[in-house]
């Protein structure tokens, strides 16, 4: 460990920045196809499906990351991760099964071994930073954490500004179905009370992908030209597929991890709840696709603002705080769509239910992250490989059963994952305040310990002295 921190020292902020400008750069295009998939590629579900297949490898990518990171390092791990999106953006030009969903698989093989390795990078910058100034390691993550999600969430903003700036040009505001199907009753086509959206014409879309692909290209020369590299730690370094394999679920199932599935899970399923049924039916029925962009750009300035407001406060206000105002907030967020069927009226709220979601991903993104590298500090590329592969498996059954089910039924799944994750999170935190006041306890006794042998060893030394 002293290997991978001696480099960066005096540059963790620096190469923090860098790192989150580059995947500032490539997810301004990544996120805001993602978020138009399900309205612009709607024909037998190809955008839905593609998502599909991205997540899917997702799961397995994530159970190998730690052989591919400790084989080709951290830094070409990203190098390969942007070259992939690149492949990706390229074939929305086209978009088929036959286009699209290769590239999907290409991508989703190396999301794994991208999101572990920035994790990884993250906390190697996090304990290079605290270990001279004897800062809690706890609240350098935050730290960290907050100045990667607040640079990487205005993605949100930019990538999808500028979609509903392009897309406004000859957009129809308007759907080929009325909207009373918009909102929990969307369902999919299969059910007859689904919604189709208007698509703009293919030269808008375009202009808006060839915008995006010149965004890719600058990331993946940023990360070339200014990321500093790091050794693989000791545990990446010589691991075998089956020893990675075997190391994850070691770790899952004789960890606290265990109890954390659902919060991961349900992380994955709100985030698909926002990127595919709140833009659809929520806003592209109701208002038309061309406000996709400006919608989702208010969400992702809230998540922008309130992780740095939440980063700073939780060396404060500490993380079972965080969770419960999150989980608090989406709670109401969920419960509110499941009653809710927006109108062509109902502009204003839907701006501020993605401003309150907005909110608690401010939480989520930064908090669970630096729960995990806390929980796990000698063995980060396992740890979050399994946070990246049990998101992986919430994201790809969210998709697949999204398919089939209509919004309503998908908003109950996910308030059910978001009780049962929160119940076993708190039975975490008092495992967590359980052991450290176990750990203060034997600190006492061993001082006093040693204070009255110290005490014994002065009183002999005085009696052998008088005689």
């Not at 086509?189 to 915008?211: C, D, E, F, K």
């Not at 740095?308 to 079972?320: D, H, N, Q």
């Not at 989980?327 to 009226?345: C, E, F, K, Q, R």
């Amino acid at each position: 460990m002293m290997e991978q921190t001696d480099l960066l020292k005096g540059k963790e902020v620096k190469n923090v920045v860098v790192l989150s400008l580059s995947f500032l750069l490539v997810f301004t295009s990544y996120t805001a196809i993602q978020n138009l998939q399900s309205s612009l590629n709607q024909a037998e579900n190809l955008g839905i499906i593609s998502l599909s297949v991205i997540y899917g490898l997702f799961i397995l990518s994530g159970i190998m990351a730690p052989v591919i990171i400790g084989f080709i390092g951290v830094k070409k791990v990203f190098l390969v991760a942007w070259m992939a999106h690149i492949f990706y953006t390229a074939s929305n030009f086209y978009p088929s099964f036959y286009t699209l969903l290769p590239a999907s698989v290409l991508l989703g093989a190396v999301s794994g071994f991208l999101w572990t390795a920035q994790n990884t990078y993250l906390s190697i910058c996090a304990i290079s930073k605290s270990t001279p100034s004897g800062s809690s390691l706890y609240s350098v993550l935050s730290r960290m954490n907050s100045i990667f999600f607040v640079i990487f969430q205005c993605t949100q903003i930019t990538g999808n500004v500028t979609a509903s700036l392009v897309l406004q040009q000859e957009t129809d505001n308007s759907t080929e179905k009325g909207i009373q199907w918009c909102g929990p009753s969307d369902c999919p086509s299969s059910a007859g009370n689904s919604t189709t959206i208007a698509v703009p014409q293919m030269r808008v879309v375009y202009i808006l992908l060839g915008t995006y692909l010149v965004c890719t290209v600058i990331g993946l020369l940023a990360t070339l030209l200014f990321l500093d590299s790091i050794p693989t730690s000791v545990y990446t370094s010589g691991t075998q597929l089956k020893v990675s394999m075997t190391s994850c679920g070691n770790i899952l199932f004789r960890s606290r991890l265990t109890f954390l599935i659902p919060l991961f899970l349900y992380q994955s399923t709100h985030l698909t709840v926002i990127w595919t049924d709140f833009t659809k039916s929520f806003v592209s029925c109701p208002l038309g696709i061309r406000m996709v962009g400006f919608v989702m750009a208010t969400y992702g300035g809230s998540t922008v603002l309130f992780t740095f407001i939440f980063g700073y406060l939780a060396k404060y206000c500490g993380r079972v705080l965080l969770f419960t105002l999150a989980a608090t907030v989406n709670a109401g967020s969920l419960v509110y769509m499941y009653v809710w069927h927006p109108t062509s009226d109902d502009s204003l709220v839907i701006f501020v239910v993605a401003a309150v979601w907005g909110m608690a991903e401010g939480v989520w993104e930064t908090q669970i992250i630096a729960l995990v590298a806390l929980l796990l500090p000698d063995n980060k590329e396992a740890a979050f490989a399994n946070l990246q592969t049990w998101k992986g498996i919430g994201f790809t059954l969210t998709f697949v059963y999204g398919t089939f089910l209509c919004v309503h039924v998908k908003l109950l799944i996910a308030i059910v994952l978001l009780v049962l994750g929160m119940t076993l999170y708190y039975g975490v935190e008092i495992q967590l305040k359980l052991r450290t006041r176990g750990a203060d306890i034997d600190k006492h006794v061993t001082q006093n310990s040693e204070n009255i042998n110290g005490i014994m060893f002065t009183v002999q030394s005085v009696i052998k002295h008088e005689n």
